[in-house]
């Protein structure tokens, strides 16, 4: 199946159910005319089959509908993200070679620069109201060529934690199939109405809008996301199914705490980070929705594994997706699809390519892709363990592991404790270098509401040290006033482990006031007395 034609046959059906909510709704036959008007226009501009068309656009319902008009000429969507540096936007557009690149306000300049560039080819570049101001000229005829199943759809480029963005191709079939697998994982039915806040440069942002294309349902836009807005959208627009990362939940819940704006959602969903079990826990109290599903997957396979009741089982990732199969395998570099670890040992993610959610491989990448990809299957780089029920837990990436006194540690554990600290409104946690332990165990911490960050950090102290065994109590806590995230909500550890921050307070530079918080209890422990504390 390809999109265009799952896109006709749902205005086929209901013409006039309510397609886009929001301040400027529209039904499923005015969207249509939309959207062909843009893929006119778009064609108009030299834009044939297969051809890349580049947005860097802010959001909502133009960057939707540039997007579906690209899938209705057969072309090849580009969505990046507006967050990007001028040398990722760059490297972006010289790799995609696009053949239309469309800005807006928040964008034009940016991308002006960037395609000055000399390595960056020849193309037109359109600000969105000059495309606007085409389309309105343009008919709303059903532009020509539909695309195969097997013709690329859209392009999105990886977050960039860790080096440069790869491109990753999917195709008509591919997203196709990852709507299905999202209707039929997250309980999704016809009519749903959801809110479309995740960016369409990434997988989730996506997937919100085909799902809504599948079913038939209302796509509820909001271009930027905004805790105040949001709840405002959802209470006026009846929305019943959110599918947003662990960040944006918890701002809902700091703008509302009981979510008394949010009684019509019946469908929870999460990706992108692990959820700590005290956000899980206060979301049930809040909606008691009727499903709540943790997704956990990627941009290159859609569903790895689908963890189908939060409720019962807060951050368990639960089993492979209904279009997939996976194993956990030896995480040494290299290592075969074959070399399974045993029971209750800790692997490394394997999903099958067979999975008709996947990519074929990177973009002009073979390097990229002989790495990630062997012998059938994707290596995702996630560690994991299953417990006695045969239920994945994600214990975090391989990057991110910290090796402290010749000890594997893994940030996602002591995330979610020191969560609970009532002083703290974010944690992340990463391994920095330290002679003695090799690296030492760091979290980063952002003060609560009318905390200190001087509070906070001996708050995190001694939270830890009632909370955690030995091996895994940070070494040291920084306070900062918000954690380095992606557009997505995905947290760039990198950033923190190549000292790019500015602390607000730090244990490990003595205070004007309280001294140094840790110095009572340098020598208090050895990597090996730690060591031997590591099954409490």
Not at 280 to 303: D, I, K, M, Q
Not at 379 to 401: E, I, K, N, Q, S
Not at 515 to 528: F, I, L, T, V
Request: a negative charge.
């Amino acid at each position: 199946m390809d999109l265009a034609t799952a896109w006709s046959w749902t205005v086929e059906r209901y013409p006039h159910r309510r397609a886009v909510g929001g301040p400027a709704p529209m039904t499923w036959a005015q969207w249509d005319a939309r959207t062909a008007r843009l893929a006119h226009a778009l064609a108009d501009l030299g834009v044939r089959r297969a051809d890349r068309v580049a947005l860097v656009l802010t959001g909502g319902e133009p960057a939707a509908s540039l997007h579906l008009a690209v899938q209705r000429l057969a072309a090849v969507a580009v969505p990046l993200s507006t967050r990007l540096g001028h040398g990722e936007l760059v490297h972006c557009l010289a790799d995609a070679a696009p053949t239309v690149v469309v800005s807006d306000d928040l964008t034009a300049e940016r991308v002006a620069a960037a395609t000055a560039d000399e390595r960056v080819r020849p193309h037109t570049h359109r600000h969105l109201d000059d495309l606007e101001r085409l389309a309105a000229a343009a008919p709303d005829a059903p532009p020509g060529g539909a695309p195969r199943p097997d013709d690329v759809s859209v392009m999105l480029y990886t977050s960039g934690t860790t080096g440069r963005p790869k491109g990753v191709p999917r195709t008509h079939a591919a997203e196709h199939a990852a709507a299905v697998a999202h209707l039929l994982q997250t309980g999704g039915r016809p009519g749903e109405v959801t809110l479309g806040v995740m960016p369409l440069f990434h997988t989730m942002g996506l997937r919100t809008l085909l799902a809504t294309v599948l079913a038939a349902g209302t796509w509820v836009p909001q271009a930027r996301f905004d805790a105040a807005e949001a709840a405002e959208l959802v209470a006026t627009d009846g929305v019943t199914s959110l599918y947003l990362v662990p960040t944006m939940f918890w701002s809902l819940l700091r703008e509302d705490p009981t979510l008394s704006r949010f009684r019509s959602v019946r469908r929870l969903a999460y990706a992108g980070a692990a959820m700590a079990p005290a956000l899980a826990e206060r979301l049930v109290e809040a909606l008691a929705p009727e499903s709540f599903v943790n997704h956990f997957g990627s941009t290159e396979v859609y569903t790895f594994s689908i963890g189908p009741d939060v409720a019962a089982k807060p951050g368990c990732a639960g089993r492979a997706g209904v279009f997939g199969r996976l194993r956990l395998v030896d995480p040494t570099p290299g290592a075969s699809p074959d070399a399974l670890v045993g029971p209750g040992e800790q692997g490394q993610v394997a999903v099958s390519m067979a999975s008709p959610e996947a990519f074929a491989g990177y973009w002009r990448r073979p390097d990229a892709t002989a790495k990630a990809v062997r012998d059938g299957w994707y290596f995702t780089g996630d560690l994991a363990v299953t417990d006695d029920d045969g239920d994945l837990w994600v214990a975090g990436r391989v990057d991110d592991m910290i090796n402290s006194g010749g000890e594997n540690v893994y940030p996602d554990e002591i995330e979610a404790a020191l969560v609970r600290c009532p002083e703290l409104a974010d944690v992340v946690v990463a391994g920095l270098p330290d002679e003695r332990w090799g690296q030492a165990v760091t979290a980063f911490v952002v003060p609560a509401p009318g905390v200190g960050a001087d509070a906070a950090v001996a708050a995190a102290d001694r939270w830890g040290r009632s909370a955690l065994p030995s091996l895994h109590r940070p070494k040291r806590v920084v306070a900062l006033s918000e954690v380095p995230r992606s557009a997505v909500g995905k947290t760039l550890r990198r950033v923190l482990v190549a000292g790019e921050y500015t602390p607000l307070a730090d244990s490990a530079v003595p205070s004007p006031r309280e001294g140094n918080p840790r110095s009572d209890r340098a020598a208090e422990s050895s990597p090996r007395a730690e060591a031997s504390e590591t099954g409490r």
